[in-house]
T-cell receptor, first 114, second 114 residues
Framework: AQSVSQHNHHVILSEAASLELGCNYS??????LFWYVQYPGQHLQLLLK??????LVKGIKGFEAEFIKSKFSFNLRKPSVQWSDTAEYFC????????????FGAGTRLAVHP | DGGITQSPKYLFRKEGQNVTLSCEQN?????MYWYRQDPGQGLRLIYY???????QKGDIAEGYSVSREKKESFPLTVTSAQKNPTAFYLC?????????????FGPGTRLTVT
């Protein structure tokens, strides 16, 4: 079965630290890749997405992600986190033949301390 | 404002009762989805619908039912057959076809069954 793995379940950082959250997916051909974020008390919202082209994707709020096809990975990065980045982050994958159906990872809960 | 509304925000029910969660969208999206979110498990797909009067089971459909009589509405019924109904339920919508899409999420309904 197709699956998405997020290796870090809880991450604690100080402000200004760099962030990298891992996401790996099982092989399944062509994929569309997403990172969603859920801030406390808010809707799940899209952070960034990759469909094709440049594997380095820039999203909102200074986040970026890199698609490495050979590693089946789509890691999320931010050079310097802020307290307001405290949230839960979800990686999601749409597989060919079912693009609009997404498979989500278990999520990574990030806490940023001032 | 375009978006997805879910009501109510919190719902409490006694074991053995069926309960229906509301989801309405005014984004003119063809596709709608129901997910269940449990801590440490990410989002799991319950049902999805590509068009009116058609819907498909997701990964965890047992104990749930849906209807899609109108494009903008996709209610979810949690039946008494669902063994562990207490959870956070998220509704989403998207376009169904096209090279680039994302799912838009509602604010969610937290269901507690005792």
């Amino acid at each position: 079965a197709q699956s998405v793995s997020q290796h870090n379940h809880h991450v604690i950082l100080s402000e200004a630290a760099s962030l990298e959250l891992g996401c790996n997916y099982s092989y399944g051909g062509t994929v569309n890749l997403f990172w969603y974020v859920q801030y406390p008390g808010q809707h799940l919202q899209l952070l960034l997405k990759y469909f094709s082209g440049d594997p380095l994707v820039k999203g909102i709020k200074g986040f970026e992600a890199e698609f490495i096809k050979s590693k089946f990975s789509f890691n999320l990065r931010k050079p310097s986190v802020q307290w307001s980045d405290t949230a839960e982050y979800f990686c999601a994958v749409g597989y060919s033949g079912g693009y609009n159906k997404l498979i989500f990872g278990a999520g990574t809960r990030l806490a940023v301390h001032p | 404002d375009g978006g997805i509304t879910q009501s109510p925000k919190y719902l409490f029910r006694k074991e053995g009762q069926n309960v229906t969660l509301s989801c309405e969208q005014n984004l003119n999206h063809d596709a709608m989805y129901w997910y269940r979110q449990d801590p440490g498990q990410g989002l799991r797909l319950i049902y999805y619908s590509q068009i009116v009067n058609d819907f498909q089971k997701g990964d965890i459909a047992e104990g749930y039912s849906v209807s899609r009589e109108k494009k903008e509405s996709f209610p979810l019924t949690v039946t008494s057959a669902q063994k562990n109904p207490t959870a956070f339920y998220l509704c989403a919508s998207s376009i169904w076809e096209g090279p680039s899409y994302e799912q838009y999420f509602g604010p969610g309904t937290r269901l507690t069954v005792t």
